[in-house]
């Protein structure tokens, strides 16, 4: 006689309690609330106090109003149906297709074969020339396909990166706070230490050396090794962008204390103020001033298709470089990426499109710079938009919006909210973004999903959903929010 | 006065030590090597004795002769590139596509948005609907979308597998023995035990639950944690097809010892003899006929796009279902993948063509159904001429074939060859394989990459290439060999 087994073998005490620990606020309660709400309009209800559901907790350019690049999803096609380059003359004159369209997609499937087929682990050697020669343009220093490795999306890099650095439950990394929680998730899962360091929300959001020793020193005497500092460039939720001596200072401090610098360079094209300079370009103008000094200063640059006015996340295409990499520990980041085989294919031609994109006199090149002007343009315009309406809210403070696709805004709530946030077992700024979705139909990342100095309360939100009436509705619940709890 | 710093803070020595005891043969030493001599061929050198590389240790169909399903690419397209669903009546009368082509790219999009926004973290709903239902048609019982995980491959879903299972280093995880490496290569930089089970050669290795319980026994007497059983089905690296009695014996050991059971199924339709068994099927029908018996035996199955006659590897789409999982844990998995936020949405878009393909009086129906028989048989074939090669060569066996795309036939070798391997530091089947490489530009893999008794050496090929040139140059090569080291 067969007795039924008395229960599971898993259950939420005996799965990996690293997994458990991890947390990942991105798409944690409110994002689940938000697609419920989404699917409960979408049966056609009527009954909630909003007609849509603004994902604005997610950089996800396309789910909101951003339309694909043409030219990038015109090569895309082809790639995917070979077939129709046998018909060049109906693209060319029914389709709309311009002949570097075409010119582009044969040479790609002339390096790949197939966009069905596994690449090399690191990435398609044609589509890694590529990147080398786009950074040797960005950086004005030579760059080396082989140190490039093609990964599904940045934060698949990060975590290749972050699983190469972190021997054991002593080591640890310097991440920023606030910070996208990737880093702190993925140490969580590694079992791996994340040593804090605070951005200086003063200076918009700068980073401070300072305060990195500080961080640094500390966690070094409480044992941990620490290995290497994360900067995310310009800044992801703060929207930062580095001026050079900040990214000097970062490079000096990481020679000193022999730290490997990670570098999550996907907002590199989001930047209003000032200009991008990538932490590569600064080492190696480093290197030249002073030969010598900084050749064992390790640096992996992470980029991706998924954010700037490519936006194309759901196709996961990104890339590393490392530079000053010892080349076994690079045969061992090799070994490690070839376990999951390839990055998706097509995501890695969207990648060499992104950094190869037209030229000025090729024929796919005004329209090309015509979309990729107003999405720019249009990112601009409505992060100052949403930027002059936090200005005229009760408690809210917030930098000029400088770069990525956020702003991260300050408020500071009454001690009745507090209260009443307690009372429900929330922080304040979760409740906050809690009522404010089940009013609005906006959905927000509370600060703490990021991390945040002790007693200050933020949130993040994009500025990628088109149109003011979202902002206005923000507007109106965030004044309603503060007389109920004054 | 700045000095250099002694050394990169990352060596060899220093990294993961985790990451650098993993072992992936199928990309490792033989295969980087043969891509070197393709390099070389490309640069049009002639000085080898080949004159083209053939990739036979990886399942790589497109990479060779394969191509891929018409109906599926002309949709891939239409996702690529919307605009092009503004020329239905080009995309109808000039260029071959259907409208049921039309129809499903338009049904896609509207249920995805644009392929290049993020998914939910799961999969986009409707696209885990349509697996539920294409798992109702194959097993005949119910699934729900719920519980069903886009990944990116088949790959992507055991590693959060595994993730969720491991906790700690006392964890341990039954694996068959050859298996694929994917197994032993993450339990190893999960820090977990790899328990291994010996298949059963002389029985064209199919499984055997002695040898399964006696494997669990020694490990739990050693302290190890047993906690799940992965199972091929059919095998990877052996081709074995499971009967109905094995699956049975299978659960019934699971449940007796409280095992969550991994049924890695990507090679699901790659059957030439008896016909493919879902573990699924077979625990819901014994749930059945013992009511209450086996409701907490835990099932994950996995598929992919990437083998069967999709062969659509570089896409990277691929999902498992959980069966009888605590809700729980299954949002511990949400969370986790999560993490790395979704799987390509372009590579879900064909796991949704894939389950749910042409149906018969549809207008693709026809071209769709001779292009998968045409894979099919073509398989079979080269699977039958690979192995009638195998019969005739000295000291050399292997079973009939019987399904996935993989011989690992049992060589035996002289002595000689064994002190020869042994000087040049590599084990008999490495020095064959590395031999034959050289000879012949065949690319195979060792057995000792997939795990063999002790004593016994084989190697896995693919039958993927087409022709039969190089299956002549391996009975060539053999006899060579055997003659040289007799």
Chains 1, 2 share one sequence.
């Not at 129709?84 to 369209?101: F, H």
């Not at 100052?384 to 956020?406: D, R």
Request: net charge negative; charged share 20%; with cysteine.
């Amino acid at each position: 006689m067969m007795g039924s087994t008395a229960a599971r073998r898993l259950n939420i005490n005996n799965i990996n309690p690293h997994v458990k620990a991890a947390k990942y606020a991105v798409r944690g309660e409110l994002a689940v609330k938000s697609e419920e709400y989404r699917a409960y309009l979408q049966r056609g209800l009527t009954d909630l106090p909003f007609s849509q559901v603004i994902s604005a907790n997610i950089g996800n350019p396309q789910q909101l109003d951003q339309k694909p690049i043409t030219f990038f999803r015109q090569v895309l096609s082809l790639l995917e149906n070979p077939a129709l380059l046998n018909y060049e003359d109906v693209l060319l004159s029914q389709l709309g297709y311009k002949p570097d369209v075409l010119e582009r997609a044969r040479w790609l499937l002339s390096k790949v074969g197939s966009v069905g087929a596994y690449s090399a682990s690191n990435g398609a050697p044609a589509i890694r020339q590529s990147i080398a020669d786009f950074l040797e343009r960005r950086d004005g220093f030579p760059a080396n396909q082989a140190d490039i490795y093609l990964s599904a999306g940045a934060s698949s890099g990060v975590n290749t990166l972050l699983h190469i650095l972190c021997a054991n439950e002593k080591s640890g990394i310097l991440v920023p706070i606030p910070q996208y929680p990737l880093y702190t998730a993925s140490l969580s899962v590694l079992n791996a230490k994340c040593v804090e360091y605070h951005l200086d929300e003063s200076r918009n959001w700068g980073t401070d050396v300072k305060v990195m020793k500080e961080a640094y020193e500390k966690a070094t005497s409480e044992g941990i090794d620490v290995r290497a500092i994360v900067i995310i460039n310009p800044g992801n939720p703060t929207g930062a962008s580095l001026p050079e001596e900040d990214i000097r200072a970062v490079i000096e401090f990481a020679r000193e204390e022999r730290l490997v610098i990670i570098a999550d360079e996907v907002y590199q094209t989001n930047v209003f103020i000032g200009e991008f300079i990538s932490f590569k370009r600064m080492l190696r103008q480093m290197q030249k001033e002073t030969p010598g000094a900084y050749d064992y200063v390790e640096l992996a640059s992470l980029h991706s298709v998924s954010k700037g006015m490519v936006g194309e996340c759901g196709h996961r295409g990104g890339y590393f470089e490392l530079v000053n990499f010892d080349p076994e520990v690079q045969a061992e980041i090799y070994k490690f990426v070839s376990i999951m085989l390839c990055s998706p294919v097509i995501g890695q031609c969207l990648v060499e499109l992104m950094v190869n994109p037209p030229k000025p006199g090729e024929p796919s090149y005004a329209l090309y710079k015509q979309e990729y002007d107003g999405i720019f343009n249009g990112l601009r315009e409505r992060a100052t938009a949403l930027h002059k309406a936090f200005e005229q809210m009760e408690g809210v403070e917030c930098g000029s919006p400088q770069g990525s696709m956020y702003l991260f805004p300050t408020i500071t709530l009454p001690p009745k909210a507090t209260e009443a946030a307690a009372a429900e077992g929330r922080t304040a700024d979760e409740f906050y973004c809690m009522r404010l979705l089940k009013a609005t139909g906006v959905c927000v990342v509370p600060g703490s999903g990021f991390g945040q100095k002790d007693g200050s309360l933020h949130f993040r939100t994009t500025f990628l959903a088109p149109g003011t009436e979202w902002v206005g509705s923000i507007i109106k619940f965030h004044k309603e929010f503060m007389d109920t709890y004054r």
